[in-house]
């Protein structure tokens, strides 16, 4: 199942992505849906990240192949880093990333992006995928020149829209081989597979798990491959994952008010 957000008139629904097709869908991902009636193509629909979260986790350098050809500085992490980035950064499939006036190269990622299903404390790592509601495609934004300038990710990764996450979330689904790519203007810029993790879903939930408690609807975003591209304004970006779908986003410069 292919699980949707999208904006109803004034309200948000969920809906079940059947074939390119939206149809609106009773109940909730968490206690089950029921698909009903045809809402329209995906591309005319008015998506919403797929979940609403209390926090998301991200994890950084979790690709090999990232760590030695894009980063100085850092070495083969013993443990997954993790860090916090707001639900005030998500964005919607379709929506435009914006980039802040300020900075000077700002970076996409491409990444598998874990959402919980039930309530997730010390979950050890066998039982990971009972307590995990499917997959979605995500995009860890990044404002490199502040992240190195800071010496801490906070900033540079917070920033509102810099969170895209969608367009759906795919259920039945495992995390031990996909294909994920990252494409800017259609031209491929990282191309890997979850197999080359560093640290995979289920350590991860089981990892984090015994540090906070993970809710429903709480994502995880597991980490880039090497190669992630500099976006300017005009740009279109987009992530695909295998069995989850792509997620597309256009690049704008910030205006700001006056």
Known sequence: MHIVRFRDGERAAYGVLEGGVVRRA??????????????????????????????????GLNYLDHITQDVQGFEKPENPIIFLKPPSSLLAHGGNIVLPQGTERVESEAELAVVIGRRA??????????????????????????????????????????TPIGPAIATGLRADDLAIACRLNGEVRQQS???????????????ISRVMTLEPGDVIMTGTPAGPPRMAPGDVVEIEIEGVGVLRNGVVAEELPG
């Open 121 to 162: 404390r010390y979950v050890p790592a066998e039982r990971a995928y009972d307590y995990i509601l499917g997959f979605t495609c995500s995009n860890d934004v990044s404002a490199r020149d502040y992240q190195f300038k800071d010496g801490q990710w906070a900033r540079a990764k917070s920033f509102d829209t810099f």
């Open 193 to 207: 597979t979850t197999a080359q993790l560093l640290f995979g879903v289920p350590y991860l939930v089981e990892f």
């Open 26 to 59: 009773a109940g909730d991902p968490f206690s089950g849906l029921t698909p009903g009636a045809e809402v329209g193509p995906l591309e005319q629909v008015t998506l919403l990240p797929p979940v609403e979260p209390s926090k998301i986790v991200a994890i």
